[in-house]
């Protein structure tokens, strides 16, 4: 008898929050307040999947399509694209980088001297996930609540010299679930040449 637990592949319907595209629209409130006031637009839609409650999106800023669920909001800024929930309470931040000298695990080495001199009680640890080098904080002070910050760098080799820092702010309890959309949505990813 096997007591291995299976793998779950998850896929956009189970972090969908709406089972519409109404928060892909540009005109969708929070959508056209961020556009009216000089914030972001959401990124051209390339295809919406009824089926897996998903819409996707040409994101210029990271030279790449990508997916995310239903229910949740997309914008780009001109530096970076942003996806979030409703609540704004996840946050995953996608910037291509220009990486210069620096390796992933550099780069990361980077992230941690910023953040440790920045918030000096966060917790920190390094690992990797899905092939990437990553660091997840806990306890960074944000308003008056305490969050998780995942930093994942994933190289793009398409680009010359580029890599993507991948952010993702949480409350501590989103942490998993948040972590298990962002491996859906960057197997998703697909980058424009």
Known sequence: MSTETPELEYTFKDFASANTPESFMQDQEMNANLRDNGVGLV???????????????ACGCIWAYLTIPMGWHIFEDGQRTLVFNEENTVQINFDLHDRGE?????????????????????????????????????????????????????????????????????????????????????RSLQVIQ
Do not use: H
Request: charged share 25%; with cysteine; glycine share 4%.
């Open 102 to 186: 620096f390796s992933d695990e550099q780069m990361i080495e980077q992230v941690i001297a910023q953040i440790a001199e920045a918030y000096p009680e966060a917790k920190w640890i390094t690992m990797e996930l899905a092939g990437m080098k990553t660091v997840g904080f806990r306890g960074i002070p944000i308003e008056d609540v305490y969050v998780d910050q995942i930093f994942m760098v994933m190289d793009r080799p398409e680009r010359e010299n580029a890599a993507m820092l991948i952010r993702i702010t949480c409350d501590p309890e989103a942490t998993v679930r948040t972590m298990n959309m962002v491996e859906v949505m960057l």
């Open 43 to 57: 990124p051209n839609m390339a295809g919406i999947d009824i089926q897996d409650l998903s819409g996707t999106f």
